[in-house]
């Protein structure tokens, strides 16, 4: 595969608005791999937790929303404890989900689930599910 | 002692053996629980956009629902809540310009909130004020010969300024367990996530969850895993049925509230342990060790 690095995808506004919802520092991230060594949800991520740092450093916009690793982030925070410079990679994960919520893209159809589905589940797991997977 | 108690909706529903083993070990601990008059549910997840102040409305609503009843602290069960609410309450603490913006959402709220309502787990406050060392004292049914495998889950402990112990090796459950005679058992496994919420859209992947944090437990011995959570509760217990369907080795192990092992050591009824709302029966093994 062939990337492209480039000036003007770094300086983009996507990197300028992940850092601001964020309210991280992509740059300060060495890709030292821990938070991507602990996370539970790898097995099903097509880019780990340190791609997603890196990705967003570089301004790889579209990978990003596309990625499916965001929506198996289950914000479990292990990553944020354990990175050795204090990065906050749950919050990054929820900043790109935020970007494509923000255009009401759910990531749970809410009218897609049958009344069975929803009754199979206890209420916490439906609010938590919402909150985290619909606009 | 008297405390104020925030019970959210899951208490009320689905986690009442949850709710009802609290309730009935306090009262035997001689805890004075005063459930807020109102009160709505907390959000169930703490919204980790800086400019996201809507989603925190929730959880201040039901901090000044706490001064309202002129408490200075208020207790949880559910881990959720518990850092749901406790992590909104340091947001604006630390950030007076967000906590101003949120005053002029609310103007119709009686109270200008600032912060101030400390808001505890049960845990806490049977560790810090009841005191393990006491209510070892007043155990009527030790759980002799259980070997409790006890899980933390993620928010209970994460992150580090708003989890009620070590982060990476928690204990508190294990100490608890331990004055009420039961035989902790430790697992690797015991802090890492069940996949929470994932359970309405991929119950494949809670599956696979369960399968590997109940397998390490069974591992070292346990015969009953401990929780804290309504929905490690549901992912734990319940989504056994889709695990075992995936994995033909696995072996199902009953998943009890920590408070319902509390409740048999207090002397609690059975009626109050709720043992009819779990997918795995835990009554053959309870009775096996005459706790029931
Ligand atoms: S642990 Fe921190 S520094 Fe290391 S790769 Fe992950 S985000 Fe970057
Ligand atoms: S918060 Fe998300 S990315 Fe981080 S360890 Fe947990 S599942 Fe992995
Ligand atoms: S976190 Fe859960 S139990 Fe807690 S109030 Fe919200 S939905 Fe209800
Ligand atoms: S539901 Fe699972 S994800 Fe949540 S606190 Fe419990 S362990 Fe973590």
């Known amino acids: 595969m062939r990337t492209i690095l480039s000036k003007k995808k770094i300086r983009d506004d996507f990197v300028r608005k992940i850092e601001e919802i964020s309210g991280q520092k992509l740059l300060a991230c060495y890709q030292c791999g821990k938070c991507s060594a602990g996370c539970p949800a790898v097995a099903e991520m097509d880019i780990l937790p340190n791609q997603v740092i890196r990705y967003a450093q570089l301004g790889f916009k579209e990978e990003l929303l596309e990625a499916k690793s965001v929506w198996i982030c289950a914000s479990c925070y292990t990553c944020n404890v354990r990175c050795p410079k204090g990065i906050k990679i749950a919050e990054v994960m929820e900043a790109v989900r935020q970007v494509l919520l923000r255009k009401r893209k759910d990531h749970v159809e809410v009218p897609k689930l049958s009344a069975e589905d929803k009754a199979s589940v206890p209420a916490i797991a439906l609010i938590s599910s919402f909150r985290k997977f619909t606009s | ?292």
């Open chain 2, 1 to 292: 002692m008297k405390v104020s108690y925030y019970p959210g909706c899951t208490l009320k529903s689905n986690a009442k053996n949850f709710e009802d083993s609290a309730l009935c070990a306090l009262r035997e601990l001689g805890v004075d629980v005063q459930e807020l008059r109102r009160w709505n549910c907390c959000g169930t997840v703490y919204s980790l956009t800086t400019d996201d102040l809507m989603h925190h409305l929730a959880s201040v609503r039901n901090l000044i629902r706490v001064k309202e009843e002129q408490a200075d602290s208020v207790m949880t069960l559910c881990a959720m809540c518990y850092n749901t609410l406790k992590r909104v309450n340091e947001r604006i603490k630390a950030d007076p310009d967000s906590l101003q913006k949120i005053h002029k959402f609310m103007d119709e709220e009686k109270i200008a909130y600032r912060g101030d309502v400390k808001v505890r787990h049960l845990l806490e406050l049977l560790r810090e004020d009841v005191k393990f060392e006491a209510i070892g004292k007043k155990v009527k049914k030790p759980l002799h010969n259980l070997k409790v495998a006890s899980y933390y889950g993620c928010l209970l402990v994460r992150p580090k300024e708003i989890g009620l112990d070590d982060m990476e090796n928690p204990t508190v459950l294990d100490d608890l367990m331990a004055v009420l005679g039961a035989n902790p058992v430790d697992f690797p496994y015991k802090t890492e996530c069940c996949g929470a919420y994932l359970t309405v859209d991929k119950p494949e992947t809670v599956a696979d969850r369960t399968f590997s944090i109940l397998t390490s437990a069974r591992g070292r011995g346990a015969e009953v895993v401990s929780v804290s959570c309504p929905l490690c509760a549901f992912n734990l217990d319940h989504r056994q049925k889709e695990t075992a369907k995936k994995y033909s080795e696995f072996k199902k192990i009953p998943i009890l509230y920590f408070t319902q092992l509390l409740a048999i050591a207090m002397g609690c009824g059975e009626e109050s342990l709720r043992l009819d709302l779990h997918y795995v029966d835990p009554q053959p093994l309870l009775r096996q060790k005459g706790l029931i």
